[in-house]
């Protein structure tokens, strides 16, 4: 018999400790189940249900599974809740051992992966999808019983009834979620005479009568029930919310559906939303351009918040409404909305063997990374790689000039290479090997969580979990691939570059003094920093020397992840997205031939030039970037691009801009990001944040305040080139 707790915290803990199962998935139902019956749901200011479990010291998260805030916090816990401390620390005793994310690296990692972090890793997040939440407003979960129950019989034979029994359990816990939050409602409309809140509170009292059990009947009664099972996941990416919907937008009075948008829009910014998707084509060209993806662009336009971080499709026959209203969006300031292009990424979609029908479903999920809603687990992201640590390993045969470990394969000793190809080999070599660590740390991370962690939210709602009574963790979903981001990409093509010419070429400088400069971080060699710092042999400028290197390293790295398997049962992919890290990644390499010191933060922030390295104007910038096959990177190809705004704003700015645009995606460009401000204004709010607080900016592939960003992340913003036309 289950341990009777007398504290009444907890409930996740204690519902999945009192489950009388040894089967993961159904202790962790059984969890969400009690949690969702005693945890103290709230409404937000416009009465839509968050249904998050908030602070606690066991929970459940998506990315991560089972988790807590440590023995600190239970401590504090015990200390503010002496009558409870005995059965807190009970609790946590019993749920340490289910807590994996802790253990994973110690046990599992081989000594050469843990000398890795400062030039890859792998498996370490493990979190976005876009589960179908949507159906629980068109479908109802009464249609999911139904579906449990049909493939319960398909699979008797599999002996997987307590898979199915969790799902039962879930789907129950979304239904009592729904009659709290009546009840809930019931007892608000007792406490207010304000109209408005009334009239928000009957909305959810009518909602919750009939849903999530059976579909909604409208916009408003969407919404409502889609931000419950959008928060009771832990708030991640809405994916296309004009398409999924627009059925019911249509159907729903236009005064009381653009409130409600308004109260998702303002949900989504406040609770810091990743991504939403808008836009795009169906996989016979036909453009899917709605009166509610243009509602959506002027909430962007309007309030000029900078989340939830929102993505656009292009397609040769996106209209050019669309693409006008999408600049004036931009020109708000809020870097929103990042644009795709249908027209590379349903290619780079069908060389992981997703079929045209599915790829042309994609969207985009946390910072940019590219997902199929409703059928994925895709890792998002599952590594990345620093390829300036690769050049740095080439130039010491292997070993970490920021460690001294031999971290690297030994590929020889430069100075005794008779030929720049000898060097690159050795640089190929080095990048291949960081691409194998990253991809094998993954590959160790995804086997632990299919034994380790389970996930019967998503399972329910990610196609091909409930088919295959496969867990979201383990191998459930359809579609299973990987993805690895590439950072440092100009910093080490012009490296290369420099290399090639100045050391093999024109012998201006001999291997042994290179490495001897690097090593003493150029102290000394003033005539070699100069030639390397100020050298025009810099990606970003339309230069085909050291573009051709670039897209030379890069395709072969797109190419060969391509190669290798998942765990999840796909292949990985390549992409580039530095989140907020590209100043970590520029502090964790070493001196380059490119003419960066040990220590320096200006790195590369997206597919683009090293920041402040672009100055022949965005198309120089674009032509250089198109060196590289976009059709292989199915994990987003950020191109962070920085206009001023004071040209952005003229007259000539929407067909200059709209020009770049269109002109970088016929020609094979995948993605593109845009930061319209004052060079001017970024340098005051350096000095007086408290001026600009409303500030936004581009980083990686999200917006966030600037004065917010660390002082190194900063001046990588404040370096890229603003362009100020074509």
């Known amino acids: 018999m289950p341990y009777q707790f007398k504290t009444k915290m907890e409930p996740f803990a204690r519902g999945f400790l009192g489950c009388d199962s040894e089967i993961l998935i159904k202790r962790i139902a059984s969890g969400f189940l009690l949690a969702n019956k005693e945890t103290k749901f709230t409404f ?122 969790a799902l039962d359990i879930m789907l129950n816990a979304i239904d009592v979620c729904g009659e709290r939050f009546y009840d809930l409602a019931k007892e608000e409309l007792t406490h207010t005479d304000d109209p408005e809140k009334i009239e928000q509170i009957n909305n959810v009292i009518r909602t919750f009568d009939h849903a999530p059990k059976q579909p909604c009947r409208d916009f408003v009664e969407a919404c409502i029930v889609y931000i419950m099972m959008f928060t009771m996941d832990g708030i991640d990416s809405p994916g296309h919310f004009d398409q999924y919907m627009y059925d019911l937008w249509k159907v729903t009075d236009p005064a009381a559906r653009e409130k409600y948008l308004y109260y998702v829009w303002d949900f989504f910014h406040w609770t810091r939303t990743w991504n939403l998707c808008l836009s795009g084509s169906d996989e016979n060209g036909n453009d899917l351009t709605n009166d509610l993806t243009y509602a959506i662009l002027d909430m962007i336009k309007t309030y ?15 209209p050019e409404k669309l693409m006008q209203a999408v600049y004036e969006a931009l020109s708000s300031g809020s870097g929103l909305p990042a644009l795709y292009n249908d027209q590379v990424v349903i290619p780079a979609l069908e060389r992981l063997g997703i079929p045209k029908a599915d790829a042309h479903l994609y969207v985009m999920n946390g910072c940019n990374q590219i997902d199929i809603p409703g059928k994925s687990h895709m890792g998002l992201e599952d590594g990345q790689i620093n390829i300036g640590k690769a050049v740095e390993f080439a130039l010491h045969n292997g070993l970490s000039a920021t460690t001294g470990l031999q971290v690297g394969p030994k590929t020889g000793d430069p100075r005794e290479f008779e030929d720049f190809d000898a060097f690159y080999r050795a640089f190929i070599t080095q990048l291949d090997f960081l691409i194998t660590m990253s991809t094998e740390m993954s590959n160790v991370h995804q086997r632990f969580d299919s034994v380790a962690t389970a996930n019967p939210l998503r399972s329910l709602f990610i196609e091909g979990c409930i088919e295959k009574a496969l867990d979201y963790k383990d191998r459930g979903p359809i579609y ?100 907020n890290g590209a100043a970590k990644f520029g502090m964790d390499v070493a ?75 016929e020609r094979g460009g995948q993605m ?55």
């Open 44 to 165: 937000d200011d416009n009465y839509l249900p968050n249904a998050h479990r908030g602070a606690t010291l066991v929970s459940h998260d998506y990315g991560t599974g089972i988790d807590t805030w440590g023995p600190e916090y239970l401590e504090e816990l015990a200390k503010k809740n002496p009558e409870d401390a005995d059965d807190l620390r009970r609790i946590y005793r019993l749920m340490k051992p289910y807590m994996n994310y802790e253990y994973v690296k110690p046990n599992l990692f081989t000594p050469q992966m843990k000398i890795m972090e400062e030039a890859c890793w792998g498996g370490g997040w493990r979190g976005h999808a876009v589960p179908a939440f949507w159906e629980v407003c068109t479908l109802g979960t009464d249609h999911f019983r139904k579906k449990v129950a049909k493939y319960r019989e398909i699979n008797k034979e599999l002996d997987k009834d307590e898979f199915y029994d």
């Open 304 to 318: 000029g918040y900078n989340t939830p971080n929102v993505t656009l499709r292009w397609h040769k026959n996106t």
């Open 480 to 579: 299973g691939n990987g993805q690895i981001l590439a950072q440092g990409i100009a910093d080490s093509a012009d490296s290369l570059a420099a290399i090639k010419k100045y050391v093999y070429e024109e012998k201006r400088f001999t291997m042994d003094a290179l490495i001897d400069a690097l090593d003493k971080n150029f102290e000394g060699y003033d005539e070699l920093y100069d030639t390397l710092k100020n050298s025009e042999l810099k990606f970003g400028n339309d230069i085909p020397y050291v573009d051709e290197i670039a897209g030379d390293f890069i395709n072969h790295y797109n190419t060969f992840l391509l190669s290798i398997e998942t765990f999840r049962g796909g292949h990985f992919s390549g992409g580039c997205s530095p989140f």
């Open 591 to 665: 001196a380059l031939p490119n003419g960066k010191k040990k220590g320096e933060s200006l790195y590369a922030d997206s597919i683009g030039a090293t920041p402040g390295f672009d100055t022949h104007g965005p198309t120089a910038l674009i032509n250089s970037c198109l060196h590289f096959d976009h059709t292989l990177p199915g994990s987003g190809f950020i191109l962070n691009v920085k206009f001023d705004k004071d040209v952005f704003h003229s007259a000539e700015g929407a067909p200059i801009f709209i020009s770049l645009w269109k002109s970088y995606f």
């Open 672 to 726: 593109m990001t845009t930061t319209v401000v004052s060079p001017d204004e970024l340098l005051d709010a350096k000095i007086h944040p408290e001026n600009h607080k409303d500030l936004y900016v581009r980083v990686g592939g999200y917006c966030d305040y600037f004065v917010d960003i660390s002082e190194e992340l900063q001046d990588n913003v404040i370096a890229r080139t603003g362009h100020c036309g074509l």
